[in-house]
């Protein structure tokens, strides 16, 4: 019998050595599997070896495959990976630094199946000539410039601003509330590298004492951004911001004047909000969609019976404007 022994060589992040029978697992299936722990781990790198001491049912495999997965799935986004090293640079001041993305995504992560056996769907990166898998060791970027592709390989990326490449540069100062939250897009750690720890201090201090942002630009992933840092919680943060152009205009969308909006209505409108009132704290909203669909995997995981969704309409139609913004200042009435 054939079993597959995670090396030990490599860093055990599950705290285990898992044995998985090829019998009861597709090739691809741990392979799968490794690549979601990140890239230190590969196919390659186990042991294939003959013989097992101690021999287990089909439904302890099973277990234990189920474990496997659900395992990676929980750890997926337990450890960072820097996505960029370089330096900030303030002034002549250069801090050697990487960035780390500061999210992580809180929904379950589905796997797209075969309707009709429930085999997991896969795609490959194919030549569309040979139709033939393509290893990512032997794609390149290129552009279609005028029907022509033009190939471009690292060095040809580097050179539209290979400054900007490996330095981010703050140019300038600003208030944050001077940037409107539509071109905020994500956010990222800033970590100090070795030799940077002092300065790195110094720019978090500068910060914290200013209550101002830096505002600078850099290139990640071929592409340009620019970005506000700031000090937040011991650390530095560094969020991307959208360009002008890549805000849309709003020409295009059909509104409503200004001038239809009543005193009476707005008056009224004005209570409400002055009634729902609260400080924002982030802690606590959750997200309740994938808590319940987990509660739905787990119920139908036992064979449970479930109930089919109803749908709660909470708007009265019937009425106008003013008669439902009175009925909204009632205390004792649910919101929608």
Same mark, same amino acid.
């Given at each position: 019998m054939l079993s597959l022994s995670?090396?030990?060589?490599?860093?055990?992040?599950?705290?285990?050595?898992?044995?998985?029978?090829?019998?009861?697992?597709?090739p691809n299936y741990l392979q799968r599997?490794?690549?979601?722990?990140?890239?230190?781990?590969?196919?390659?790198?186990?042991?294939v070896r003959s013989g097992c001491?101690?021999?287990?049912?089909?439904?302890?495999?099973?277990?234990l495959a189920l474990f496997f997965n659900i395992s990676i799935r929980r750890f997926k986004t337990s450890f960072m990976r820097?996505?960029?090293?370089g330096a900030i640079g303030f002034g002549l001041v250069n801090i050697p630094i990487k960035i780390y993305s500061a999210t992580q995504d809180s929904s379950l992560d589905l796997d797209m199946l075969d309707k009709k056996d429930h085999a997991h769907i896969h795609f490959k990166r194919v030549?569309?000539?040979?139709?033939?898998?393509?290893?990512?060791?032997?794609?390149?970027?290129g552009y279609d410039y005028e029907g022509k592709m033009v190939v471009l390989d690292e060095k040809d990326l580097k050179r539209a601003s290979a400054e900007k490449s490996d330095l981010i540069e703050i140019q300038s100062f600003i208030k944050e509330e001077e940037v409107d939250s539509m071109y905020y897009e994500t956010p990222y750690y =800033?970590?100090?590298?070795?030799?940077?720890?002092?300065?790195?201090? &110094?720019?978090?201090?500068?910060?914290? #004492?200013s209550k101002m942002v830096g505002l600078c630009s850099f290139v990640l992933r071929t592409k340009e951004h620019l970005a506000i840092i700031k000090a937040s919680e011991g650390a530095i943060v560094l969020n991307k911001i959208r360009f002008k152009e890549e805000i849309r205009d709003t020409s295009e969308l059909k509104l409503p004047a200004k001038t239809e909006v009543k005193p009476t209505e707005l008056k009224m409108a004005m209570a409400l909000i002055q009634q729902l009132e609260t400080k924002f704290d982030i802690a606590k909203y959750k997200d309740q969609y994938t808590s319940s669909l987990m509660k739905v995997i787990k119920a139908k995981a036992k064979g449970q019976k479930l109930a089919e969704p109803k749908l709660? =309409?909470?708007?009265?139609?019937?009425?106008?404007?003013?008669?439902? &913004?009175?009925?909204?200042?009632?205390? #004792?009435?649910?919101?929608a």
């Open positions: 995670i090396d030990k060589s490599k860093p055990a992040m599950l705290g285990y050595n898992y044995f998985i029978f090829m019998e009861m697992l597709r599997a490794l690549t979601r722990m990140g890239n230190n781990w590969d196919i390659t790198s186990c042991v001491n101690s021999c287990l049912c089909n439904s302890d495999v099973k277990a820097a996505l960029w090293t030549n569309e000539h040979t139709g033939k898998e393509v290893a990512w060791e032997n794609i390149i970027k =800033v970590e100090p590298q070795k030799a940077g720890h002092k300065a790195y201090a &110094l720019l978090r201090a500068a910060l914290e #004492k709660k =309409v909470t708007r009265n139609t019937k009425k106008d404007l003013m008669d439902q &913004l009175r009925e909204s200042l009632n205390p #004792k009435l649910k919101r």
